[in-house]
Structures are given as C-alpha cells and as structure tokens.
C-alpha cells in the first residue's frame, strides 16, 4: 500500500511521518527505512528504524531514485515500510513524473508486499491520479 501525506509547506507533515513512523515500529515484524533529504528527523526516529539521508547519494531524478529505492529492496527482503519524508525535496519532478513515479511506487509495493508513506509538498492542486493514494 501507498499512503500520499500531501500539503503546503509548513503543514506539520514531517512531524507526522516521524510519529507515524515511531508508532508503527511496535507493530512491525520487519525492517523499517525512513528516508531524508536531510538529518532533520535523524534524532526524533526510534533507533530500530534505518535512517537514510538520501543527499549523501548521487541521487537527481526519478529514475535514479527509484533504482534506489529498488536497490534497498533487492538488498534487504525483510522490509516491511520504507517512509520518505518530502520526495519533492530530494528530487525534483513534473506532475507527469511525479505521477509515473507513483505508479510504480505502487507497483513495488504489491509486488514486495511493501507499504510506502510519502510526504509531498504541494502548493497547487495534486494530479487527479495521485488522489488515491492519499492519507
């Protein structure tokens, strides 16, 4: 499953990936990996939670995160969630891509049986096909 938390900047959404993240950790069985541009929400994590800050990677667009995103995968079968806090970030996309970008986001997730969380700043209205995926 994909879960969209979307907003305008400044709308409390990495605090509630942080919580959201920390709470599902009692529940999880497997590995959990929340994703950064930053170090921001380093500290708040619980330390059973993988900690990535993807800006110490050579990682610039869509593609490239997905390939990494992917490496993660193919690197660790017991993930259970991966949390990317504010994907327009780390990696700047068009709607178009923004969109594609999710649906094979969605894909890995049904095919892994992996639940992503995703934080997106978005000042204007979201593309009609990211509406599903929202919180």
């Known amino acids: 499953m994909v879960t969209l938390i979307a907003g305008k900047k400044g709308s409390g959404k990495s605090k509630e990936i942080v919580k959201k993240a920390n709470d599902e950790l009692l529940a999880s069985k497997g590995n959990m990996i929340f994703?950064?541009?930053?170090?921001?929400?380093?500290?708040?994590?619980?330390?059973?939670?993988?900690?990535?800050?993807?800006?110490?990677f050579p990682?610039?667009?869509?593609?490239?995160?997905?390939?990494?995103?992917?490496?993660l995968i193919s690197n660790n079968y017991d993930i259970e969630k991966i949390f990317i806090d504010g994907i327009m970030n780390a990696v700047q996309m068009t709607d178009a891509e923004l969109t594609n970008w999710?649906?094979?986001?969605?894909?890995i997730s049904t095919a892994f049986n992996i639940d992503f969380v995703i934080t997106l700043n978005h000042e204007a209205d979201l593309?009609?096909?990211?509406?599903?995926?929202?919180?």
């Open 59 to 71: 990682v610039k667009d869509s593609c490239e995160f997905l390939g990494f995103v992917c490496g």
């Open 35 to 56: 994703i950064d541009d930053d170090n921001r929400a380093m500290y708040d994590l619980h330390h059973d939670i993988r900690f990535i800050n993807l800006s110490e």
């Open 127 to 135: 593309p009609e096909k990211l509406h599903r995926f929202l919180n």
């Open 102 to 107: 999710f649906t094979k986001i969605d894909d």
